[in-house]
């Protein structure tokens, strides 16, 4: 069983950053894909950051794009998701989730992730950005 611990959410104003953190005590952590995903009320969870360790490829959804950075700590078997530039749209609550079994392969232009790849989910945190 792994277990995935999320933190950093909270209350932000439009414009400002959040750093979140997705840790494990898993040692073969750096062999996984590891995802953001975030879901607002009355809404579909969906993929907005994802990232290989074994290659260190990356995927951002467009609504993020150029404001998310993904990054991992293989020594610290950490995943952070720094977001900058919140707008009230990014509310939600975050997710940080693992596939334990990914491809061989980098993400392709053409990825989109899916709920269903992903085999271990963090409890969440929550992310408002209001003023």
């Known amino acids: 069983q792994v277990q995935l611990v999320e933190s950093g959410g909270g209350l932000v104003q439009p414009g400002g950053s959040l750093r979140l953190s997705c840790a494990t005590s898993?040692?073969?952590?750096?062999?996984?894909?590891v995802g953001w995903f975030r879901q607002a009320p009355g809404k579909e969870r969906e993929g907005v950051s994802c990232i290989r360790s074994s290659d260190g490829s990356t995927y951002y959804s467009d609504s993020v794009k150029g404001r998310f950075t993904i990054s991992s700590d293989n020594a610290k078997n950490t995943v952070y998701l720094q977001m900058n530039s919140l707008k009230p749209e990014d509310t939600a609550v975050y997710y940080c989730a693992a596939d334990t079994d990914p491809g061989p392969l980098p993400f392709s232009g053409s990825y989109r992730p899916s709920v269903y790849e992903f085999d271990y989910w963090g409890q969440g945190t929550q992310v408002t950005v209001s003023s």
């Open positions: 898993e040692r073969t952590f750096n062999r996984y894909t």
